[in-house]
């Protein structure tokens, strides 16, 4: 029977005193595509960290939820090229990961036509770029990410009347975009594919005076049957991947500008949460996906 690591961290994993508040989020992914795999192979949650020894033994290695990898870009990118180098099937491929994890990629599916955000990219950001951006932008509040990140960690976002202090400081590669007030008003898009087709969509919505939708601060996902100019929107991002063969998931994340349009905020293809609840056919096609990349 094959064997697929669901890769995760102390943080994810079942039993681990570490364990983030989040976390349930791994166990509803883990079940859902174990229940699709109806006993065809073996699932087992492991710490991407784990001896090579053990990690070599599987036949696919999934990036579940490697949630700590953020922190540790480069030692996260040398254990995928481990694993692809002993014959284990990496999904999604180290050489899709590599361009995921920084978000400049977003500069490159702008320059591929895709609709992007206006963005700032510069090398730290403190009190002297968020006021830059302001001019630059014309716009009177604006969010302040890394550019290697995930989960809205390290994040801030400053108005021109609330802004940064002045020993406020992202001392790593920034990102600086104009708030989009569409983001608390409508919510946050999602759409996810399995193998390049479209699974499943949903919006999700922040709490209350927040502006971030991650469940971590409260946010709440709904699910929705995106209007066909939303889910082409959607694909067309999809299209502009700058891969021979779709990734085995992604996540389209989007937020609708003031003309109407969708803009890509992320094209999430390293381990992002697929919202298994609001697709209720969720884990019957990533496991049939997964065995068929198994051959």
């Known amino acids: 029977m094959p064997r697929i690591a669901f890769l995760a961290c102390p943080e994810t994993l079942p039993g681990s005193p570490t364990r983030r508040a989040d976390a349930f989020e791994h166990d509803l992914l883990f ?7 109806a006993g065809r192979a073996e699932l087992v949650g492991i710490d991407w960290r784990a001896p090579m020894a053990e990690l070599s033994t599987f036949d696919l290695s999934y990036l579940g939820t490697p949630w700590d990898y953020t922190d540790a870009k480069d030692e996260f990118l040398a254990r995928l090229e481990d694993l ?14 590599r361009w995921n994890s920084d978000k400049l990629y977003l500069r490159d599916l702008a320059e591929r036509g895709a609709v992007t955000i206006p963005t700032l990219w510069p090398e730290g950001a403190g009190p002297t770029e968020v006021a830059a951006a302001f001019d630059h932008f014309g716009a009177d509040r604006v969010v302040v990410k890394r550019r290697v990140g995930a989960g809205a960690v390290g994040q801030d976002s400053f108005s021109r009347g609330n802004p940064p202090p002045a020993d406020w400081r992202l001392d790593q590669p920034a990102m600086i975009q104009p708030f989009l007030s569409a983001i608390q008003h409508e919510g946050e898009h999602s759409f ?13 919505r922040a709490a209350a005076g ?27 991002v999809m299209a502009m991947l700058p891969f021979e063969q779709a990734p085995l998931y992604a996540r389209i994340d989007m937020v609708r500008l003031d003309d109407g349009r969708l803009a890509v905020i992320e094209a999430e293809t390293i381990e992002p949460y697929l919202y298994p ?7 019957t096609r990533m496991a049939a996906a997964m065995l068929r990349r198994l051959g």
């Open 31 to 37: 079940d859902a595509i174990n229940a699709g795999l």
């Open 84 to 97: 692809e180098a002993a014959g284990v099937t990496v999904c999604n491929p180290v050489e899709v990961i």
């Open 192 to 204: 996810i594919f399995i193998d390049g087709q479209f699974s499943h969509g949903l919006i999700k």
């Open 210 to 236: 927040d502006y971030r939708i991650q469940s971590l601060y409260g946010g709440v996902e709904v699910a929705v049957e995106p209007a066909p100019a939303d889910r082409a929107a959607a694909e067309a």
């Open 277 to 283: 609840l609001q697709g209720p056919e969720f884990g």
